[in-house]
């Protein structure tokens, strides 16, 4: 390797370095705007011939941000505050270990001693740091900026999208052959995570959610929220919600809506997960469950909340890769 050479590849190396740096506090942002454009992006490829790239892409973005962005952040402040509530229950003793006992009690008829069973917690638990690392303020100016990045980042991959991959098609030392193949098995695997499981969590925790609000769950939306989140997981799901809050219901005295909420979780849920996952997964793809619950559960770790999406993506590429080395390169 000569000098030149090596100075270049330091130098990108370095350069590299210092835009993952600069990326790091958005990267929740930067991840979401890929999402975002994976989405889009055929609907941009069917608008911008008619009224042109820019236009289109601008379009899309605006709705975007009126249908997805803005509904998001609404979200995201109400879940935030009711998470708030919850917390400040627990805190001033409102919600106690005692009450989870009698409750799990009346509905089952067994006494339980969860005291013993997790030991004793403190009354306040680190309130004082708690509160400052929840400065309300400064998450929803974070939250605002980094939307304001998303819409930007988006209007600009829509627009330039085609250039981007192309640019990237020619920077990868492969035949071409061999990265028309790999880019094709990493879109199976992009698409079987979206559609397959992120869109089907999604549609199982709102259904269940539906049930929460019927049966005046308290803070429904907040537990609608973790059973989008807990839908990705194979096996488990959103029963871990929808369960525990047929049991408080029992507890509570509400025989028919506590068996209501029952059975719509067990037939009306359930359905949706037995039926619409079987039709928009694509099979192309191959992901076996045990792949998507390590990449979510990793993911989350690794790239925070974006990581449910992109986690198991990665494994998925991972696989994509060493299948098209073995297709093209098993001579080696």
């Known amino acids: 390797?000569?000098?030149?050479?090596?100075?270049?590849?330091?130098?990108?190396?370095?350069?590299?370095?210092?835009?993952?740096?600069?990326?790091?506090?958005?990267?929740?942002?930067?991840?979401?705007?890929?999402?975002?454009?994976?989405?889009?992006?055929?609907?941009?490829?069917?608008?911008?011939?008619?009224?042109?790239?820019?236009?289109?892409?601008?379009?899309?973005?605006?709705?975007?941000?009126?249908?997805?962005?803005?509904?998001?952040?609404?979200?995201?402040?109400?879940?935030?505050?009711?998470?708030?509530?919850?917390?400040?229950?627990?805190?001033?003793?409102?919600?106690?270990?005692?009450?989870?006992?009698?409750?799990?009690?009346?509905?089952?008829?067994?006494?339980?001693?969860?005291?013993?069973?997790?030991?004793?917690?403190?009354?306040?638990?680190?309130?004082?740091?708690?509160?400052?690392?929840?400065?309300?303020?400064?998450?929803?100016?974070?939250?605002?900026?980094?939307?304001?990045?998303?819409?930007?980042?988006?209007y600009y991959f829509l627009k330039d999208g085609d250039a981007l991959v192309d640019w990237t098609r020619d920077v990868i030392p492969l035949p071409p052959d061999v990265v028309a193949d790999l880019f094709e098995e990493i879109d199976n695997v992009m698409w079987a995570v979206i559609a397959g499981h992120v869109f089907v969590a999604a549609i199982q925790g709102g259904v269940a959610g539906i049930g929460l609000f019927v049966t005046g769950i308290p803070n429904a939306l907040f537990w609608t929220v973790v059973m989008m989140v807990l839908a990705l997981l194979p096996v488990v799901g959103a029963p871990l919600v929808w369960g525990p809050a047929a049991l408080y219901l029992l507890g509570q005295g509400d025989t028919a809506a506590a068996v209501g909420l029952a059975v719509y979780g067990t037939f009306v849920v359930g359905i949706t997960d037995d039926y619409l996952r079987p039709v928009v997964v694509d099979r192309r793809a191959n992901l076996n469950p045990a792949v998507i619950l390590f990449g979510i559960v990793g993911g989350v770790y690794v790239m925070g909340a974006m990581g449910i999406f992109f986690g198991p993506v990665v494994l998925g590429a991972l696989k994509a890769t060493i299948d098209v080395f073995d297709e093209k390169y098993e001579e080696l």
């Open 1 to 154: 390797m000569d000098t030149s050479r090596a100075f270049l590849l330091g130098l990108i190396a370095v350069l590299g370095v210092v835009a993952l740096m600069l990326a790091m506090p958005f990267l929740q942002f930067l991840l979401l705007a890929v999402l975002l454009v994976y989405v889009l992006y055929p609907v941009q490829e069917r608008l911008a011939p008619r009224i042109g790239s820019g236009y289109s892409a601008f379009a899309l973005v605006t709705l975007t941000s009126l249908l997805v962005l803005l509904p998001l952040f609404l979200v995201f402040r109400s879940v935030f505050g009711q998470a708030q509530t919850l917390y400040t229950a627990l805190r001033d003793g409102e919600v106690t270990v005692g009450l989870v006992e009698d409750t799990l009690a009346n509905a089952v008829g067994v006494e339980l001693d969860l005291r013993s069973v997790f030991g004793s917690v403190p009354e306040d638990i680190g309130s004082t740091a708690l509160d400052e690392a929840l400065n309300l303020f400064d998450l929803v100016t974070h939250v605002l900026i980094g939307l304001g990045i998303t819409a930007f980042l988006l």
